[in-house]
């Protein structure tokens, strides 16, 4: 049975990535920061039966942490084999009032959290000569976006990141690739939407719309859709190294 792991698994995109691995019979260590929310999430998916859902608290940014992690995680479900670099944040701010602590987390958390991770599990997929590594990207790392430089320069980096490594794992058995999703029905854009109603005055309504207009297919993405993108490069052998846009729009999948 093959072994997935999916940072920031306790919510959202995570979660329903999470619950489509459980769903093609995949064993799963759902990783995250809060160990009550990872906990629940875990019970959730396990309740299903048939498969082993494991909850394991964790934090991308220390490295110490990322081993413990994985050590456990192998320990008791085996060696992972798919790894999804979930976990991510996003702030705003106009460029003149980015901070350097901003600036700074964007990076940890959106870039060397992936490279912790896949530095850790890795080599055991070179060995075994199998294995999937999915980054969560978004499309600000393919396009630039006003008042989001820190987020848009960190996913612009996963993403060349995903294609550095994919072109040297290329022909051992292993992929990388990116997904690249618009703005999603996530917490992230409920936060913004939010702040933009706060700063402006708007509707809450108002300002979810403003933002789903912002994606090329005029409405948000559904977690699920991305899920059902991570489920397709697991059982894919042939694309690597490809950056797949998931923006709105018909087709909704196509790559960059």
Not at 49 to 57: D, F
Request: aromatic share 4%; glycine share 12%; net charge neutral.
């Amino acid at each position: 049975m093959r072994v997935a792991m999916v940072t920031g698994g306790s919510r959202g995109i995570g979660r329903a990535i999470a619950a489509a691995l459980v769903r093609e019979g995949l064993s799963v260590a759902v990783a995250a920061r809060d160990r009550e929310q990872v906990a629940k999430v875990a019970d959730e998916l396990r309740a299903g039966g048939g498969v082993s859902v494991l909850a394991v608290a964790l934090d991308v940014t220390d490295a110490t942490s990322v081993e413990a992690a994985c050590a456990r995680t192998a320990a008791e479900l085996g060696p992972v084999d798919v790894l999804v670099n979930n976990a991510g944040i996003a702030e705003s701010a106009p460029f003149g009032k980015t901070t350097v602590e901003s600036w700074e987390r964007h990076l940890r958390v959106n870039v060397t959290g992936p490279y912790l991770m896949t530095r850790a599990l890795l080599g055991g997929m070179l060995e075994r000569g199998w294995g999937r590594v999915i980054n969560v990207a978004s499309l600000a790392g393919l396009y630039g976006s006003p008042y989001v430089t820190a987020y848009t320069t960190s996913k612009h980096a996963l993403v060349g990141f995903t294609r550095a490594l994919a072109t040297e794992v290329s022909g051992k058995g292993v992929t990388v690739n990116a997904i690249c999703p618009g703005f999603a029905a996530t917490d992230m854009v409920w936060n913004g939407a939010h702040n933009i109603a706060a700063r402006t005055g708007r509707s809450f309504e108002d300002a979810v719309a403003s933002l789903a207009r912002m994606n090329p297919g005029g409405r948000l993405i559904e977690p699920e859709e991305i899920a059902d993108e991570v489920r397709r490069l697991v059982g894919d052998d042939t694309i690597n190294g490809e950056a797949v846009v998931l923006d709105g729009s018909t087709p909704q999948r196509r790559t960059s």
